[in-house]
């Protein structure tokens, strides 16, 4: 399956020191799958991880549009309050 990602997602890694292999990670091997509560044909994958430069657990969030042979991260969200959102 291929991974794109949109100019918006790409922005919001570039902010937050994300790299491809961490989306990938996150997309290969979530800690939690769920569809978006407004938009059902959106897929939420959720991963807690430890923030390098931040120095402490993170939880990343990949908002995905799912094709047949294609995922398409829309936007990343990234956010020290792990126990409010996995």
């Known amino acids: 399956m291929r991974i794109i990602l949109t100019d918006h997602a790409r922005q919001r890694a570039e902010e ?11 997309i290969k091997f ?3 799958i769920a569809r978006d509560r407004r938009n059902p044909e959106l897929v939420l994958f959720k991963k ?6 931040l120095k402490k657990r ?3 969030i990949l908002i995905c549009d799912l ?3 294609l995922i398409r991260v829309i936007t990343i969200i990234d956010t020290s309050k792990v126990t409010k959102y996995l």
């Not at 937050?16 to 996150?26: C, D, F, G, N, P």
Request: charged content about 35%; overall charge positive; aromatic content about 12%.
């Open 16 to 26: 937050r020191w994300i790299t491809v292999r961490e989306i990938e990670s996150v």
């Open 30 to 32: 979530p800690d939690r």
């Open 48 to 53: 807690v991880y430890y923030h390098k430069k």
């Open 58 to 60: 993170h939880l990343l």
């Open 67 to 69: 094709g047949a042979d």
